[in-house]
């Protein structure tokens, strides 16, 4: 079955700080979707990465906080930048592979911020 | 804005079915109807789509109503494993198109 890895699995940070995320899967794709999830809230959509151009916000957020970068067709990464107790949350990011139904999402990352 | 209407919470005793509903009146005549869970602590799962027909697969059955601005999603033999949050989602079938989740129905199913 289709793989996502999603790096870190987990992390605690300082206020102030940025994390970038790291999303690889095991063929290519040509969307990737990030999500935020706050603690016992639905999921968001943050931004969809598409491979060579730049990615398309939702409302709410925006590209200075969130920068997404998407250099080929198995990979993208999504900093939070100058992070807050605000941001603590679980990221994941999601695909849709050639072939299976339904979109597959990463196991997530954990996010901190102290 | 979620296009869809679930109840928050749900109990079900475990080998019994569970049968969660989702209201989607405002659903067009090209959208689908999915639905995916997510475990706690995992992403969520793809369970089973259907557009107007109903569905069946080793996961679940869809019943959509003919009105289409109903359905329901059928656990037949559910397992202490089934507990999670159950998402119904409407969007057209076109590859590649963003998912936006509602608030979903958390499934307790009781020993």
């Known amino acids: 079955s289709a793989v996502i890895s999603q790096k870190p699995s987990r992390d605690i940070c300082q206020r102030g700080t940025s994390l970038t995320i790291q999303c690889q899967v095991d063929?290519?794709?040509?969307?990737m979707f990030w999500y935020r999830q706050q603690p016992g809230q639905s999921l968001t959509l943050i931004a969809t990465?598409?491979?060579?151009?730049?990615?398309?916000?939702e409302s709410g957020f925006v590209i200075d906080k969130f920068p997404i970068s998407r250099p080929n067709l198995t990979f993208s990464t999504l900093t939070v930048s100058n992070m807050s107790p605000e941001d603590s949350s679980i990221y994941l990011c999601?695909?849709?592979?050639?072939?299976?139904?339904?979109?597959?999402f990463g196991s997530g990352t954990r996010l901190t911020v102290v | 804005d979620a296009k869809t209407t679930q109840p928050p919470s749900m109990d079900c005793a475990e080998g019994r079915a569970a049968n969660l509903p989702c209201n989607h009146s405002?659903?067009?005549?090209?959208?689908?109807v999915y639905w995916y869970r997510q475990i706690h602590s995992q992403g969520p799962q793809y369970i089973i789509h259907?557009?107007?027909n109903n569905e069946t697969n080793e996961m679940a059955s869809l019943i959509i109503t003919e009105d289409r601005k109903s359905s329901t999603l059928i656990l037949p033999h559910a397992t202490l494993r089934d507990t999670a949050v159950y998402y119904c989602?409407?969007?057209?079938?076109?590859?590649?198109?963003?998912?936006?989740f509602g608030k979903g129905t958390r499934l307790h199913i009781l020993p």
């Open positions: 999601s695909v849709e592979h050639t072939g299976r139904v339904g979109y597959t």
């Open positions: 063929s290519q794709v040509t969307m």
């Open positions: 990465a598409n491979q060579g151009s730049e990615a398309t916000y």
């Open positions: 405002t659903i067009s005549g090209n959208e689908y």
């Open positions: 259907g557009l107007k």
């Open positions: 989602i409407v969007r057209v079938g076109n590859r590649d198109d963003k998912i936006i």
